[in-house]
């Protein structure tokens, strides 16, 4: 018997992930000897690089193409490479599926598939319908066609809602004007018809399910633990809730499914839960199913197969937490994908390698904490420090500080010797200081590598005292620090850096005044972090708003800058000079306007604005430039930011491990000029990181969690 | 208010509940729900209490004896903690 190959879709594993690199995961664990085809409509689908997991690409149409195209191309694609079965992972793509049923009979590619009628009862807007028939409670829905109709709703809803579009997103509104400018983004992103969905409080679950002829063969059970401000769950835990499975079960029934879903619940205090959506696919969490011995997606496989599997229920008490991780090449290694072919190989060029491994005269190892290990869809950058100190030519042991038991980057496997809890960082209350002192005594660290804004004041504050503790660290001194704030950015202009011209917002009342003054288009920015592109004045009061509603008054504005961006991440030294810097050119961007790939450039005038940067400010430790380089203007500094970038592991994989280098620096070690590797691509990707829940037991009972996730 | 519940004379934890208790601070995970719960110093010690089956008026004895605190006062936290536990299904009362 030849081998299996599986055709999988669904590799945009960015803020809000598609399923298909956990079902990939999943399908591995199951059976290693299975191959894998990654179907992806393009190069910037980055769960497409996970190197160990995937044997071929090949490229699909886009999923809002036509049955017609996709059948074409699969029919090309199974002429020149085997394709057994094919698991698609996206809801807007499942309806070409299944009307291309006879198609993929015909070429020999097995699937196992909901009727037309079954994937159209479970859409939203039927949700309502399909409630009543299986007996199961549904939020209170209204169904949206036009912008008119979204006008009209605004007024006589009452709030707050959920506005959804036809097929994914969602967003929270919280009075008319919020829901209008929410539904004006979604219908322009997704189009009509959009729904709006009562607000129901409660805790979250998420039901997977794999089902036959409606009757179910394999359910895992989650309960959500945290979510991103999408609703995306990042952290969860498999629970053992036979009623929830048991409702999830009606709906399937009542469909008549076949194949994979997802039922999504919400559970209010009094007990009662209700559906508020149904996915006719695998949800993004779902390796963890598979590591709680429910393998779903291995089960579809063998439900396609004709086999006719035992019932498999995953056991409760597996938690996941959802990292942002690198992967680093040299150069795009799907560069050369193009439409015509299934390439295989593509990911087994040999991967970046740190410059300097076998230095003589490096100093010991030693024992390094680091800070920040949320690694949520926004990350904060301690784990891709840790993880560019893992490949240091002689890696330190590596102790993980976090004000978070939940932070996801803690339950990443290979990075922490041991993670430690810390109070909240805050210099008035809470023992900050004190404890962070302590930890690092205790643990042995004898160096410190803070990555969050928050903490930076609180540490450069504390630095005399942590070296008195014989922990070392690199930051600037306060006054320094407080000189590159966003409020005292525009400051640097007098020092010949261009900026885009920039306002405070005191108040929402003062927006009139910002839009005059900077024009129709303009950014709006939180005080530490968030940024969003306002082109309406009812859009810039509803973002004001939301920002506001996290960081406070006042807000920075800032003048729109049309042009390529680029991230410069850097390292000075006490004397003020830069010994590495890598410029990243942005490639790879999300809806969001986040960055999750980028190639590194050799380009002198923004390396020498790095170096001026750190001359002028006087400047020591870590940071990061982030620019927009105008066809016509020239280059202009957007953002400085205190720390490593969250990207930063590109800089190992490209020859100038920077994290590295900050250690060495500051503990006194002469470190030359270090110069990256041009060409050295990355992406990020969002990876579940799986284990048992006793391991987030452990560090809220102890404070601390030594050995790796498993 | 308080003081008016009932404190049940054994208190036995679902098989469902996973426990783990440290010397200051302890944590319950409920496997059918999903909920976690992180306890203080005091409320760890009468878990732990409670887990191993003892009575409790030896409960509150034995907080009484760590926290230097009035038995009324413990007694009516104990019964609130119990109310609590009732409440989201991790333990079953005897007596």
Redesign the interface.
């Given at each position: 018997m030849g081998e299996l190959w599986i055709g999988v879709t669904g590799l945009y594993s960015t803020d809000n992930p598609h399923p298909g690199l956990g079902v990939i995961r999943a399908l591995r664990q199951a059976d290693p000897s299975w191959r894998i085809l990654a179907l992806i409509p393009d190069r910037s689908a980055t769960g497409a690089y996970a190197a160990e997991l995937i044997d071929a690409h090949a490229i699909l149409p886009p999923p809002w193409s036509s049955p017609k195209v996709l059948g074409a191309r699969l029919r090309a694609i199974a002429h020149r490479h085997p394709l057994d079965i094919v698991i698609p992972t996206l809801d807007t793509e499942l309806p070409h599926y299944v009307a291309l049923r006879g198609t993929l009979r015909r070429l020999g590619i097995r699937t196992a598939l909901p009727t037309a009628a079954a994937l159209r009862a479970r859409e939203k807007r039927r949700l309502p319908l399909l409630g009543r028939q299986a007996a199961v409670p549904v939020p209170e829905t209204v169904v949206m066609l036009s912008s008119e109709a979204v006008r009209r709703a605004a007024a006589r809803l009452h709030y707050p809602q959920v506005v959804k579009g036809a097929m994914v997103d969602t967003v929270v509104a919280h009075s008319a004007e919020d829901l209008r400018v929410a539904a004006g983004e979604l219908g322009t992103t997704w189009g009509y018809p959009l729904l709006a969905q009562s607000f129901v409080h409660g805790e979250e679950y998420d039901v997977a399910v794999v089902a036959r002829r409606g009757e179910v063969q394999g359910t895992a059970v989650m309960k959500k633990l945290s979510v991103t401000s999408k609703g995306t769950a990042w952290a969860g835990v498999t629970v053992d809730e036979p009623g929830l499975a048991e409702q999830a079960g009606r709906l399937a029934r009542v469909l008549r499914w076949d194949g994979a879903l997802e039922v999504e619940f919400i559970r209010t205090p009094d007990g009662r839960a209700y559906c508020f959506e149904i996915n006719p696919r695998f949800p993004s969490w779902i390796a963890l199913a598979a590591e709680a011995g429910a393998n779903l997606p291995a089960l579809l496989v063998r439900i396609a197969e004709g086999a006719e599997p035992e019932l498999i229920r995953a056991r409760a008490g597996r938690l996941f937490a959802r990292s942002v991780v690198e992967r680093v090449f040299f150069g795009n290694p799907l560069a050369a994908l193009d439409a015509h072919r299934v390439r295989g190989g593509l990911l087994s060029i040999p991967g970046a390698r740190p410059a300097g491994r076998s230095s003589r005269g490096e100093r010991s190892a030693g024992r390094v904490a680091v800070t920040g290990l949320n690694a949520a869809d926004n990350p904060s950058p301690g784990l891709t420090v840790g993880r560019s100190l893992r490949l240091a030519p002689a890696s330190p042991a590596l102790i993980g500080l976090t004000h978070e038991i939940l932070a996801t980057g803690a339950y990443v496997g290979g990075i922490w010797e041991e993670v430690r809890l810390l109070p909240f960082p805050s210099r008035e209350e809470g023992g900050y200081p004190e404890a962070l002192i302590e930890h690092c005594r205790a643990a042995g660290a004898d160096c410190l590598v803070p990555t969050l804004d928050i903490e930076l004041p609180l540490v450069a504050w504390l630095a005399p005292r942590l070296a008195q503790a014989g922990v070392a660290t690199l930051v600037p001194p306060p006054e320094v620090l407080a000189s590159v704030t966003k409020p005292r950015l525009p400051a640097l202009a007098a020092d010949g850096f261009r900026l885009p011209r920039s306002l405070m917002i005191p108040a929402l009342d003062d927006l009139p005044r910002v839009a005059e003054a900077l024009g129709r288009r303009f950014v709006i920015k939180g005080p530490l972090a968030d940024a969003r592109v306002v082109s309406a004045q009812e859009e810039a009061r509803v973002m004001a708003r939301r920002l506001a509603a996290t960081w406070g008054f006042p807000l920075l504005a800032q003048e729109y800058v049309e042009g390529e961006e680029f991230g410069i991440a850097a390292v000075a030294d006490r004397t003020h000079r830069v010994v590495g810097s890598v410029v990243v050119r942005k490639e790879i961007r999300t809806l969001n306007g986040n960055t999750w790939g980028g190639t590194v450039v050799a380009d002198r005038g923004l390396s020498a604005l790095a170096h001026r940067f750190a001359e002028t400010v006087r400047w020591v430790g870590p940071f990061e430039l982030e620019v927009i380089r105008h066809a016509r203007r020239g280059t202009f500094l957007i953002e400085v930011n205190p720390r490593f970038p969250g990207w930063v592991y590109l800089s190992a994989g490209a020859g100038a491990n920077l994290p590295w280098a900050a250690v060495r620096l500051a503990r006194g070690e002469r470190v030359p000029r270090m110069t990256p590797r041009p060409g050295t691509f990355y992406v990020r990707m969002a990876w579940d990181s799986i284990a048992p829940v006793e391991r987030m037991a452990t560090l809220a009972v102890e404070g601390r969690v030594s050995g790796h996730v498993g | 208010m308080m003081g008016a519940r009932e404190l049940p004379a054994r208190v036995r934890f679902l098989d469902?509940v996973?426990i783990?208790?440290?010397s200051e601070?302890?944590?319950l995970?409920?496997?059918?729900?999903?909920?976690?719960f992180?306890l203080n110093d005091s409320a760890t010690l009468a878990a732990a209490g409670l887990r191993d089956g003892t009575p409790t008026t030896d409960v509150v004895a034995a907080v009484v004896e760590a926290f230097d605190v009035d038995a009324a006062t413990v007694r009516a936290d104990l019964a609130r903690l119990v109310a609590q536990l009732l409440e989201e299904g991790l333990v079953e009362s005897h007596g």
């Open positions: - | 469902s996973s783990r208790l440290g601070r302890g944590f995970f409920d496997q059918r729900s999903g909920h976690v992180s």
